[in-house]
């Protein structure tokens, strides 16, 4: 399974965004994976895993209701629901919905959502647009990229905190992935010990013009510079939008009553951050001797 998600990264890493058909055959394929179950648990303290088997979403329960990190893709949606019952939690009681970035994949249930619960929807601000047009930057008329489009009722930037009850999240801008890709960061408890968690946004190249017709001004600039952000934040505990980001199903195995956490791994985000400035740094080569070539 490893295996196969190794070279599902691999093959958006290098899809044009302009070949609409590769893109429908990548997604055929990956949505076998993004679309299947994969029982809810409590990850740590009072975050719980809802998402699919590729696709991460995440409910943080609060004294006030909950907040709902992302969402999968638009058929998902009734999945997520139910994995959000599984855990004796209420869809009605999420108050928050928080958006790590604005791709179809973790944004398709926002809509129904929000509309069924009122819940108030935060995002990175430069990714309002995108959520509000429901479509990828620089791919705007490319509807396999297209999700239900949603308004943003607050837009945040670097240091912004979001509060329910006795939860706080800081937004942490770490754009490149998408224009207003935004991480957030909170404390939580792991027995006696405090811990910091990063939900982080992405790093990841996957359809993004880096050269020519960048998908969008400064995106290289913004990559490198998210980069360096990650590599310096003191994180305990790494999570993602996609559960080979950190390992997640391999984790989740090791857990038993007693023991400790395994999804506590100080240090994660920088290595995984060196990993992915290798890659980048790779795919911008590639791109650039395709564009002189030309």
């Known amino acids: 399974m490893r295996k196969l998600t190794a070279a599902l990264c691999a093959l958006v890493l290098f899809v044009p965004a302009a070949q609409a ?12 994976k993004w679309t299947a179950p994969f029982e809810p648990f409590q990850l740590i303290d009072n975050i719980y895993y809802v998402g ?10 609060t004294s006030q209701g909950l907040i709902l990190m992302d969402t999968a893709m638009p058929q998902s949606t009734g999945m997520i629901k139910d994995n959000i ?23 398709g249930g926002f809509a129904e959502i929000k509309k069924e619960t009122g819940a108030q ?37 670097e240091g912004d905190k979001v509060t329910l009850g006795d939860t706080t999240l800081t937004a942490h801008a770490t754009p490149g992935h998408s224009p207003g890709c935004t991480s957030w960061e909170m404390t939580v408890k792991d027995g006696r010990e405090s811990r910091e968690v990063l939900f982080f946004c992405s790093g990841t ?13 400064g995106i290289v ?16 505990v790494l999570l993602g939008p996609h559960p080979e980001v950190y390992g997640m199903q ?18 994660e985000i920088v290595t995984y951050a060196t990993g992915l400035s290798e890659d980048f740094d790779k795919q911008l080569a590639k791109q650039t001797a395709a564009l002189e070539k030309k």
């Open 85 to 107: 019952a599984k855990l004796g939690f209420k869809v009605a009681d999420i108050k928050i919905i928080l958006n790590t970035h604005a791709h179809l994949d973790h944004t």
């Open 205 to 217: 190249v996957a359809l993004n013009r880096l050269v020519g017709q960048p998908t969008y001004p």
């Open 52 to 61: 699919t088997d590729g696709i991460a979403v995440y409910v943080v329960k």
């Open 121 to 157: 929807l935060i995002a990175g601000e430069r990714d309002k647009p995108l959520l509000e047009g429901g479509y990828y930057p620089g791919d705007e008329k490319n509807e396999d990229l297209t999700f239900p489009a949603v308004k943003v009722d607050r837009a945040v930037k």
């Open 250 to 267: 391999a984790k989740r195995a090791e857990m038993k009553e007693g023991a400790p956490n395994p999804f506590v791994k100080p240090g």
């Open 221 to 236: 600039d913004d990559y490198r510079a998210t980069f360096a952000k990650a590599k310096a934040m003191k994180i305990d």
């Open 21 to 32: 058909q590769t893109i429908k055959d990548f997604l055929a394929v990956a949505m076998k």
